[in-house]
């Protein structure tokens, strides 16, 4: 079909039917990460987070359409504000802290390690690790080191 008899038939969507999709996927993104925060921060004393350099991240094509996909900074912002709310921390890292590089099982630092890798294998003691979870329990380790509540 030519794109004016398309046109004609209403085949594609008018702006006003755009503008309303988009304001439905910012509602329920707004409403998914309200429950989130609100489920973390009741379940929680503290949250540790890694400050990420999101503008730098952005750069990187492969990253940049689920970083801005996911809008963490506002889920940082409900995040911050909830935990005052109700009186639990945030407990922050720094973004030079290797937390997906090294083994949280002996602290083998592993540079080999790519955005590519999701699982990857200590070559010193063996431990099998999940990128994410072993970054999540070294930003934990970092962020209690860092508050001296790590051998308490
Ligand atoms: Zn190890």
New binding site residues.
Partial sequence: MCMLKAYKYRMYPTKQQIAKLHEKIANQRNDFQHKLTSRLISENQAIALETLTVSGMLKNHKLAQSISDVSWSSFVTKLEYKAEWYGKSILRIGQFEPSTKI?N??G?HNKNITLADRKWK?P??G?SHDRDVNAAINIKKFALNKQNLIGI
């Fill in positions: 083994c099982v002996c083998y200590c010193d003691c431990a």
